[in-house]
T-cell receptor
């Protein structure tokens, strides 16, 4: 079956612009996670959804970052007024149990 | 002190030998521990998870957990060139869904 998909795969934007990153989880997976991975860094947790609600937003680095999930499926991560330090690979994962998170291919964001 | 510490490597191991990857964590509330493998330019994939002190074996992989020492390791027996990747350790706190990842150990298997 289909895995987690993310779009776009690459995004280049100018500093100060807003960007939207999309995640389509595996069908039936109720939990959805966003992480980001900067060069030479580990994966940094951003936000977790259970259904459409986000019980844990503790990893969002600033109020420029927001995310939503609709219909218990697709999620969008929005970064407003992008900064160069936002450049990273943004990874989405989904799970149906607490044991395994399945990761998507990621969106590579470059802020010029 | 970082929450999760791993030797960044690179760790070079001859083909057929045992590769030993180590991870220490700071939060004693960590209850479950996950090892992910990440090939260059790819997304992480789960290899194993462990909850209880001791060893857990799955094929060529063995995870070892010592909660008293706040230490978890991954052993890879009969290492193959296809095992060359970065290995990420990720503890999870009880009742918490998020994973806290280490920066990973880059493993190279030398043919």
């Amino acid at each position: 079956g289909a895995g987690v998909s993310q779009s776009p795969s690459n995004k280049v934007t100018e500093k100060g612009k807003d960007v939207e990153l999309r995640c389509d989880p595996i069908s039936g997976h109720t939990a959805l996670y966003w992480y980001r991975q900067s060069l030479g860094q580990g994966l940094e947790f951003l936000i977790y959804f259970q259904g459409n609600s986000a019980p844990d937003k503790s990893g969002l680095p600033s109020d420029r970052f927001s995310a939503e999930r609709t219909g218990g499926s697709v999620s969008t991560l929005t970064i407003q007024r992008t900064q160069q330090e936002d450049s990273a690979v943004y990874l989405c994962a989904s799970s149906i149990t607490t044991n395994e998170q399945f990761f998507g291919p990621g969106t590579r964001l470059t802020v010029l | 002190q970082k929450e999760v510490e791993q030797n960044s490597g690179p760790l070079s191991v001859p083909e057929g030998a045992i590769a030993s990857l180590n991870c220490t964590y700071s939060d004693r509330g960590s209850q479950s521990f996950f090892w992910y493998r990440q090939y260059s330019g790819k997304s992480p994939e789960l290899i194993m998870f462990i909850y209880s002190n001791g060893d857990k074996e799955d094929g060529r992989f063995t995870a070892q957990l010592n909660k008293a020492s706040q230490y978890v390791s991954l052993l890879i027996r009969d290492s193959q060139p296809s095992d060359s990747a970065t290995y990420l350790c990720a503890p999870r706190l009880f009742g918490n869904e998020k994973l806290t990842f280490g920066t990973g150990t880059r493993l190279t298997i030398i043919p």
